[in-house]
């Protein structure tokens, strides 16, 4: 058995709680708006026809490139014996306005709470992404599951997150949709996302760490699942996108098509609730619990 194959994950000291990782600059410039785009397949003319009055508009979804890319401690280097057995567990993305062409974010994140769950160390990170004047964009809180590792020091679990509406008794969805996840998937989000874990392009590390092959990062599951959503139930308008939650489940495996299914579409008091979930080829709920809040004026 090689080092890799026997190594399991380090301890996580539940001190790290309040630390804030670096911070980190974007500028979004056309080609980083199609190139996250283009790694979902979404060809929506709001991220890709730069000839468009008033200049693209960011997927939504960048928020998980600034977060991965800024999620480090300036004073804590990357545990590489922890990376390849991190999987993203749910995502709670908070909208102030939408990403723009010539925007400048910058994206930093604080560690809210790191406990012991069964599975292994559950982490929760809060990242604040601003624009050049100081304003809020967005708000992502991110929560990951370091498996297998555990924890030391007391619990210290992660505030509450801003109360979700109440989703409605689960019947027949209102709609479905499938989409095929190729066999380059993984490496295309890798590369036009720039977000890297070995797991989703490198099958022995895959391996190693205990899945059964390379899978599709969580985050562009979720992403796909945005984009179907947006499509579906907002006419493609992303930009009234306040909220997005949703829960990371089953893994979705290359080559395999997924269901993004929507299950309910309420509209009050000037916002639309869209309740919706994603499901494996085989029926697993890859993503669950999902909410996406939009404004309706």
Known sequence: MSNTESAGPDPVSTDGVGQHTIARSYELTARRIQAYAASINDGNPLYLDDAREGGLVGHPGLAFSFQWNSRHTPDV???PHIAPFGVHAWTDLRMSRPFREGDIITSQGRTVGIEQIKPGVLTVGR??????????????DYAGI???????GPNQPAPSIPKLPQAPAEGDPLWTRDVYISPTAAQIYTECAEIYNPIHTERRVALAAGLPDIILHGSATQAIALSQIVDGALGGDSTRLRRFYCQNRAMVRLDTTIVVRCLADQTEGGEQ????????????P????????????
Do not use: C, K, W
Request: charged residues 15%; glycine residues 12%.
């Open 273 to 284: 609730t869209v309740f919706f979930d994603v499901r494996t080829q085989d029926g697993a």
């Open 127 to 140: 990242y604040a992404m601003t624009d050049s004047a100081g304003e809020t964009v967005a708000e992502l």
């Open 77 to 79: 280097p990357p545990n």
């Open 286 to 297: 890859a993503l669950a619990n999902g909410i996406l809040i939009a404004g309706t004026g």
């Open 146 to 152: 370091i498996r297998g590792a555990t924890s030391e």
